[in-house]
């Protein structure tokens, strides 16, 4: 029997206009309304996945990007996802959704509030990516920070809100229907909050959380804004991939988004680093799931993939100004106005420009001074074969292959698959890949009841 592993989906996109730019935008899903998303999610349930992590931005971002963001709608508009989710909610039973969320733009008694009312709301099924792109600061009246100043701040905000959730002690609910008691204010902290970034008072007046078995956690009767989460938590999902990032992953996260090459090298060495994080905060690797980013590319045949890899070689420079728009967006830095045949300067990206994404903008090249800009989006668009580990082009036995002996040789948690929540997309991507992992027993075929974190700490 293989190495259960455990699935996800990254809506890339976030919740913007879905297969804009494809032809399956012609199948007039409405990307406003909830029904493209909830046939998805029910889709991604059905087929055994622990949860959705919605991508987000909070606004448009730099003025001098604005048109670049929206031209071909890579980063804009955005509906914020947070309020999508309990449109999904309504449609599953077991699958997990995870809006992105930026401390930047919540007070933690807010967050807290809203937080605790969708985690009883999906049945502890729900969970944040926390971001810390400051980028948006101006739009909330707040100056910028730094880089690691901002994890900081949602370190802070993180803390803070675990102990507005648990203002209520454990004996505060009483719900006794034949005294008529139904709760004890004696039980309830004050939770008095004086931090570097935060100030404010509890209790919270939200409905505390229930303890689940088997969903793991930490002691909820940690107090302060070091607390560490509990068992009815919902669940902390993070992308962040500089040294601070995955960091504040080893203390805070259930679930590290990874974005990295994948090989066996490279996971394992990512993977140490996060967990020897969770080790120096008292945490273990049984606290944490670190699923890698994956979109590969499904091919009917190994005839079929190698077409498609061919056909990928030689990209011309329409094909390379299209890879440069997106990549701009995602890096809110412009690099279609520059030279295709000269070095990237690192130094036109800004302070807020995500780590993960520069090294991603990389790829395998070490440092930008190691290739001009067209050799960095030709190997973007370049394709390879899976079966071959050049790429990820492959069909569905030879996909399960790479999952498979990723799980064995590196302890692979397992993978986040990315792209559009449109139903087209999860077909082409699930279809045929669904009942092989399946049938070798890398990919559940049923749920337990502990809500997101107990599906994440089955195995
Ligand atoms: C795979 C991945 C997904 C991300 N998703 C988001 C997102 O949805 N919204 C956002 O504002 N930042 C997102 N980020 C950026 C980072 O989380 C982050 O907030 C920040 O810019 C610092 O990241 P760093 O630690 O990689 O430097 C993502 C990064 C990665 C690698």
């Known amino acids: 029997m293989s190495r259960l592993q455990h699935f996800g989906w990254f809506l890339s996109r976030g919740f913007g206009p879905h297969g804009w730019g494809h032809p399956y935008y012609e199948w007039n899903h409405r990307w406003t309304s909830p029904e493209l998303y909830q046939q998805s999610a029910r889709t991604l349930e059905q087929a055994g996945f622990d949860l959705v992590i919605i991508e987000d931005a909070l606004s448009l971002g730099n003025p001098d990007t604005l048109d670049l963001r929206i031209r071909s709608a890579y980063g804009g508009p955005k509906h914020d996802p947070l309020l999508l989710a309990p449109y999904l909610f309504d449609v599953t039973q077991h699958l997990g959704i995870a809006p992105t969320v930026n401390p930047l733009a919540y007070s933690p008694y807010q967050a807290a509030r809203q937080f605790a009312t969708l985690q009883h709301l999906s049945d502890y099924r729900f969970g944040i990516n926390v971001v810390t792109d400051v980028g948006s600061s101006r739009h909330f009246g707040v100056e910028p920070v730094g880089h ?11 803390g803070a809100i675990r102990s507005l959730w648990h203002s209520w002690g454990p004996d505060a609910l009483v719900a006794d229907p034949r005294s008529g008691h139904f709760a004890d204010g004696s039980r309830l902290s004050a939770t008095r909050h004086r931090g570097g970034y935060f100030e404010f008072d509890g209790p919270l007046n939200a409905l505390p959380f229930a303890e689940l078995p088997g969903a793991g956690g ?12 509990a068992s009815g938590d919902p669940v902390v999902v993070s992308p962040g991939g500089s040294g601070r990032g995955l960091n504040f992953a080893g203390e805070q996260s259930e679930v590290q988004l990874a974005l990295a090459s994948l090989d066996v090298e490279t996971i394992r060495a990512y993977r140490a680093k996060v967990l020897e994080a969770a080790l120096a905060h008292g945490r273990t690797a049984a606290d944490i799931d670190i699923l890698f980013v994956f979109k590969p590319i499904l091919a009917a045949s190994p005839e079929e993939a190698q077409r498609i890899v061919d ?36 130094a036109i990206f800004g302070d807020h420009v995500s780590r993960g994404s ?15 800009l067209r050799e960095l989006l030709t190997a973007k668009a370049r394709l390879g074969r899976i079966a071959s580990r050049e790429g990820y082009v492959g069909t569905a036995e030879e996909i399960a292959d790479f999952i498979e002996e990723l799980g064995e040789e590196a302890e692979n948690d397992g993978f986040i698959f990315s792209g559009d929540l449109h139903p087209v997309t999860v077909h082409r991507m699930l279809d045929e890949l669904v009942p092989v992992l399946r049938r070798r027993g890398i990919l559940r075929s049923s749920y337990g009841s502990g809500g997101l974190r107990g599906n994440l700490r089955d195995f």
């Open 358 to 372: 520069i090294k991603g903008l990389l790829g395998r090249f070490d440092s930008f001074a190691d290739a001009t």
């Open 148 to 158: 690691d100043a901002a994890y900081d701040r949602a370190e802070e905000w993180l």
């Open 311 to 346: 056909a990928s070689a030689h990209p011309d420079d329409a094909v390379l100004a299209q890879i440069a728009l997106g990549q701009s967006s995602d890096l809110e830095t412009d690099l279609t106005a520059l030279d295709l045949d000269k070095p990237v300067d690192p």
């Open 218 to 229: 930490g002691d909820p009767r940690v107090s302060g804004a070091g607390r560490t989460a």
